[in-house]
């Protein structure tokens, strides 16, 4: 038996379009894998006609279901007669079967399940297999969960991965789910297709994923449950493993461990001796419990956990912590609370395990064990051991952070650590004036050193609250106590010398922060990695402040990264919120839309009600690009909301200002009158914030909203003051700013000006390599030229990028010419290149795999004359993971939405089928009629099936003709009958040569490249 992967697979299925060889491979894997999947979909995509049976379909439904009519032996009609009455001996089925297949080739059958056979049918199913790896042509796939005999190559199907996921999401829905979702699933299931559809339907249960009616929203559920399905069908595999003791109990322990523990570990806590552990991997292998010594699915161990009897599992536990205090004591250390050990002794291995995660760079593994000694102990110690994990829980959880905190205090209530970590956890969770009265009590050192730390505390609360020229007020009065304080301390002093305006010195302060480090007795090593991500973060944001985009995106990559290895959540929640806005300035903008989603995520997750606020406005802000105007809204106004009852002003005033900013550029009725009052309001608490920047910004966008509302004059103090308030004009915010004058000078009747200002902003952006947002400013230039043209290739640019709020802006400054009347009913379906749908004379979108895939089959239908097809043949194709009741109500509802798109009278109920109706006409119709070239526009769409074969035949009938009449239109028909199968060399023949009639060289020698590569990959000799 020899291993293929899919893509071999896919190669070798491939060849049998040119009859070279036959294919007999096995599908194998454990339920729910995609193994069916998988195969159905290279099914659908390769040009090789092909059925689907299950492996127990008795010899006579085999050959029933096989190609009537094709040339064979002389002595198939006779097998036949034989086999219908029962005289056929299971050999010469076999045989029978053979020669079908092989008269039909090119022809691939795919058997499913035959683990489920009957022992005679699977022996019959071998005896097929053995005849036809010997013929051309034919292939036999079948899936399995157990393996398979000689002549079958195995095909192993890995997992989905994460875009994968999202697109059977897609096709599951109709719709696409948000990316935030998608990712969620992906790492729940970890890409296994059964798990996945499992997970979606959970979601869709608890209410955190749901439809407005136009498209899916999400939000994170509160705690990953595991589907009952799902958990069921995991304990029958577990249960059902036929395992020896020393097996099961090594399976066990390796359920407790955790995800990627190394072999040597998990051998050791099992007490397995070094000889017998490549036997016991072997026999969890066969068992389907594992893969190559890793688990089949992460699921599996979860599920093996939580299913152990308590006894079993505290005695397991304590055998291997015992065996790996020494050697691994961070890993022994998460298995001490099962253990059940005397809390003196779990205490000491717990505190060794938190000083080896640290060291590891693992605050949350540190933090968790710190927690869990805390609760063994009692007194001075507890409260030590309580702050110790408060500090780490800091980025991780800030409630839990804030309630051993207050433990800590309960002994010590004036510590200033600890009443400033509790400070700052309760203004992570927005109880600010809890915090605030917890600091105002807390007495000032008089001696340097100790002031210094009260100082860092101090520092960092207003830091954190953003209130940075009260924090530069408080660092110039305690001059004294400076070389007291930490990394970390100095990052954010530049943090604030950036917001107020002064980033040249903010950068010089780092420069200086990176040459120092903390004082000996207090370089923990959780702070200097805190340290280090501050002065990370600080140098990004100051990067980004003086238009250094490309080091600032680096920096907050960085972070991010860095953060999410050490488990610091919060941390890495800041930095993607930081590289969203980065790279939303640089364009990037599906990018930036993951990453601000994903922040919000994570802030929801860690309960940070203040930062979660913030980040609603900086995902609004990407919303509304994509012109999904009432979620955009529907965020900043909870934002809004939330930042007001905190005086987050400058949060405040960014809220304000975007929803000015939504209100100018979707236009609706009464915009300008609600774009002044917010903007105004939005000026007014960026001077409450002390930000230079923020009030510029603010001010432009003020600018333009009273430009709307017709008050040019106050449009133009208010841009000029926020030029003059910049503290670099020379940057990307000077050009919005310029910008911004140009919609006050034209309200004020200066056009040429106004003109010149939108020209100016267009162009600093494109000198700093920002060509998308470039050419949304240079958008105004165009509406005052009145430039169509100019402003119609900007639309295409948006619309490919499907940043539908630009074209809508476009649309509104250029309205699109409507189309004529239609002079017929009904719909147009055009399959002669993507797949399009025409009605009105308007092309409508196809949205959904599904729609598509329906369309296809009933218009094959309709142009073979089989006429409808039954809603069992349409459930079976189209939702064959589902039970026949679900799969009739998804039926029904995709029925309801292919008619709604086609329009009334053209998708017909016939009898037990569904049919295309008289309304509805095809351009692949009125090809097999006239024959004309011209109507093929692109290859067909994937899934076309039994039609592409059509088509494609009758395009290769007249294709030499053709070539010979007009070799221009028979060349390019050639060439896209070859982007569909590269291998077919009379097609190939006969468009090289047309090409070489029409003197085209470097077409030729090009066809002939991506040609070659074709055949090689396939491993066929390229055609003499």
């Not at 491979?25 to 090789?48: E, Q």
């Not at 702070?527 to 080091?551: D, H, N, T």
């Not at 379906?829 to 729609?851: E, W």
């Amino acid at each position: 038996m020899t291993e293929l992967d899919l893509a071999g697979l896919r190669a070798a299925l491939r060849r049998l379009a040119v009859r070279r060889g036959g294919l007999v491979a096995g599908v194998v894997g454990p339920p729910g894998a995609g193994k069916t999947w998988a195969v159905r979909a290279l099914r659908r995509d390769l040009n090789v006609r092909s059925a689907e049976l299950h492996a127990a379909t008795p010899p006579a439904g085999v050959v029933a279901a096989l190609p009537a009519g094709a040339r064979g032996p002389a002595w198939l009609e006779g097998a036949r007669r034989r086999l219908q009455a029962g005289e056929l001996p299971p050999q010469e089925t076999a045989d029978l079967v053979a020669a079908l297949l092989g008269a039909a080739a090119p022809f691939a059958l795919h058997i499913e399940d035959l683990h489920d056979a009957p022992p005679d049918a699977q022996a019959w199913w071998v005896s097929v297999a053995a005849q036809l790896a010997r013929t051309p042509g034919a292939a036999l796939i079948v899936t399995s969960r157990a393996a398979l005999p000689v002549p079958f190559e195995t095909v192993t199907v890995p997992p989905l991965g994460p875009a994968e996921v999202a697109a059977l999401l897609t096709a599951e829905l109709g719709l696409p789910v948000p990316d935030a979702a998608a990712r969620w699933v992906w790492a729940q299931a970890r890409g296994h297709p059964l798990f996945t559809q499992a997970y979606l339907r959970l979601l869709a249960a608890q209410g955190a994923l749901w439809n407005d009616g136009r498209s899916w929203h999400w939000r994170a559920p509160p705690q990953a449950l595991v589907p009952g399905g799902v958990e069921a069908l995991i304990t029958g595999v577990l249960r059902g493993a036929p395992l020896t003791e020393g097996a099961r109990r090594a399976w066990q322990v390796g359920a407790l461990l955790p995800p990627g523990t190394p072999a040597a570990a998990w051998q050791r806590a099992a007490g397995v001796p070094g000889g017998a552990w490549t036997g016991v991997l072997a026999e969890l292998d066969r068992a389907g419990l594992t893969v190559r010594g890793e688990p089949a699915h992460p699921l599996y161990r979860e599920v093996e956990a939580a299913g152990l009897d308590p006894a079993v599992r505290a005695a397991l536990s304590d055998g291997a912590a015992r065996a790996l205090r020494d050697s691994d004591p961070l890993l022994a250390s998460g298995l001490v609370r099962d253990a059940r050990w005397p809390a003196q002794e779990a205490r000491a291995l717990l505190e060794a395990g938190a000083a080896a995660a640290l060291a590891a760079g693992l605050p949350r593994a540190a933090a968790e064990r710190l927690a869990w000694a805390a609760d063994l102990t009692g007194g001075a110690d507890r409260a030590a051991l309580a702050l110790r994990a408060a500090r780490a829980w800091q980025d991780v959880d800030p409630a839990r952070a804030e309630r051993l905190a207050g433990e800590a205090r309960l002994v010590w209530p004036d510590h200033p650590e600890a009443t400033f970590v509790q400070a700052g956890a309760l203004a992570q969770l927005g109880e600010e004036d809890r915090a605030a009265q917890l600091l105002a009590a807390l007495p000032v050192p008089p001696d340097p050193p100790a002031r210094g730390a009260w100082l860092a505390g101090q520092v960092a609360w207003l830091s954190g609250l953003h209130r940075y020229p009260a924090l530069l007020e408080l660092w110039a009065a305690h001059g004294d106590a400076q070389e007291w304080v930490g990394p970390a301390t100095w990052a954010q002093v530049a943090r604030a010398l950036e917001f107020t305006g002064d980033a040249r010195a903010g950068l010089a302060l780092l420069d200086e922060a990176l040459r120092r480090s903390p004082p000996g007795d207090r370089a923990a090593q959780d702070a200097a990695q805190a340290a280090g991500r501050e002065l990370l973060w600080a140098r990004c944001r100051v990067r980004y402040a003086l238009g250094e985009l490309p080091g600032a995106l680096a920096d907050a990559s960085a972070l991010a990264d860095l953060a999410g290895r050490q488990g610091a959540l919060g941390v890495r929640a800041r930095a993607l919120s930081g590289r969203a806005t980065i790279r939303d300035t640089l364009g990037e903008y599906a990018a930036a839309r993951a990453d601000a989603q994903e922040a919000l995520d994570l802030f929801a997750q860690l309960g940070a009600a203040r930062e979660f606020a913030q980040q609603q406005t900086r995902l609004a802000c990407l919303l509304l690009e994509y012109g999904e105007y009432d979620r955009a809204e529907a965020l900043l106004q909870e934002g809004r909301a939330a930042l007001r009852r905190a005086d987050a002003t400058h949060f405040l005033a960014l809220s304000e200002m975007n929803l000015a900013y939504l209100a100018l550029e979707r236009a609706l009725p009464g915009a300008a009158a609600a774009a002044v009052t917010y903007a105004d309001a939005g000026v007014a608490a960026a001077r409450r914030s002390g930000s230079p920047l923020v009030t510029a910004q603010t001010l432009g966008v003020a600018a333009r909203a009273h430009a709307a509302a017709g008050d040019g004059a106050r449009a133009l103090a208010l841009a000029r003051e926020g030029l003059a308030a910049l503290p670099d004009a020379d940057s990307h915010d000077g050009a919005w700013a310029t910008w911004a004058l140009g919609f006050a000078l034209e309200a004020s009747g200066d056009h040429a000006g106004a003109l010149s200002a939108f020209v100016a902003a267009q162009s600093a952006l494109e000198a700093r390599d920002l060509p998308l947002w470039a050419a949304r400013l240079g958008l105004e230039a165009d509406r005052l030229r009145g430039d169509a043209a100019a402003a119609q290739a900007k639309r295409a640019r948006f619309a490919a990028l499907d940043l539908r709020s630009w074209v809508h802006v476009t649309d509104r400054y250029f309205p699109p010419q409507a189309a004529p009347s239609p002079d017929r009913p009904g719909a147009e379906v055009r399959v002669l290149g993507p797949l399009r749908v025409v009605r009105g004379g308007a092309l409508v979108t196809v949205r959904g795999g599904r729609v598509q895939e329906l369309v296809l089959r009933l218009l094959d239908a309709q142009l073979s004359g089989e006429g409808p097809v039954s809603a069992l043949a349409l459930q079976a194709a189209l939702y064959p993971q589902l039970p026949d009741a679900q799969a009739g109500a998804a039926l029904h509802q995709l029925v309801y939405r292919t008619r709604a798109l086609l329009g009334p009278g053209t998708l017909l109920l016939e009898g037990d089928g569904y049919a295309l109706g008289p309304l509805v006409r095809s351009d692949a119709a009125e090809f097999l009629r006239s024959g004309d070239p011209d109507l093929w526009v692109g290859p067909l769409p994937g899934g076309a099936g039994g039609l592409l074969e059509r088509l494609h035949g009758a395009a290769r009938r007249d294709l030499a003709a053709l070539c010979a009449r007009d070799p221009a239109r028979g060349a390019r028909l050639g060439r896209l009958l070859l982007r569909h199968d590269p291998l077919d060399e009379p097609v190939l023949r006969v468009t090289v040569a047309a090409l070489r009639a029409l003197g085209r060289p470097r077409e030729e020698a090009a066809l002939r490249r991506e040609l070659r590569a074709a055949h090689a990959e396939v491993q066929l000799p390229w055609p003499t």
